[in-house]
């Protein structure tokens, strides 16, 4: 499989729609991170009509609560949070700007749909590598909602950060295909 490098913010609209569910990108550049609770409050802004803390044209979000950082470290153990958290969320955040989000885990039929309809991508991140992804992240800075603690918005600058597509612009779903071939090459048993 041939190594794929991207560089976030997205804003090259190719490099999205050449990504096929199943392919392993590495990462670099600028990333953003956010929970539920900021997801929450950033739909809650664009609702009332409020400025968002940060713009999100062509930002990737990796769905993080970061641990504290040990004194010689930039961050600590920062694995995927579980993506459904998000799914209420999601759509919003795509259709104003959003392109690539970073976690774990299924996505709705909505959000499948809404990746699709805004050309954007979603990511996995292998859980329980929290701590050897941290070492990709160079750089921190707290960006907004200080008062979530570690939901709290994070800017990371990021090198050769790991994920695999599993929805394209296209509106694949690597887990569902990856369950279909595996049940192909068992004669089509259920396991």
């Known amino acids: 499989m041939p190594r794929i490098e991207l560089t ?34 950033m739909v809650e802004q664009i609702e009332n009509g409020d400025q ?8 990737v979000v990796y769905y993080v609560g970061p641990t504290p950082a040990k ?17 209420a ?22 959000v499948i749909s809404s990746i699709k309809e805004n050309n954007a991508v979603y990511l996995a991140a292998i859980g329980g590598s929290g701590a050897l992804l ?7 800075e707290l960006v907004a909602y200080k008062d979530l603690g570690t939901e709290a918005i994070r800017k ?3 090198q050769d950060f790991p994920c695999i597509v599993i929805n394209d612009s296209k509106g694949r ?4 295909m990856s369950q279909d071939m595996f049940k192909k090459s068992k004669g089509g048993e259920s396991q």
């Open 8 to 41: 976030a913010p997205f804003s090259n609209e190719e490099d999205i729609k050449k990504l096929h569910a199943g392919d392993q990108v590495f990462i670099s550049g600028t990333i953003y991170t956010a929970r539920d609770a900021a997801h929450q409050r």
């Open 52 to 59: 968002l803390p940060l713009d999100l044209l062509n930002q």
């Open 71 to 87: 004194p010689d470290a930039v961050i600590g153990s920062a694995g995927p949070t579980t993506s459904s958290r998000m799914d």
């Open 89 to 110: 969320f999601t759509p919003t955040l795509l259709n104003h700007g959003l392109k690539g989000m970073i976690g774990k885990g299924h996505r709705s039929e909505e």
């Open 134 to 140: 941290s070492q990709t992240i160079k750089k921190v």
């Open 156 to 158: 990371l600058v990021v």
């Open 173 to 176: 779903d690597w887990y569902k």
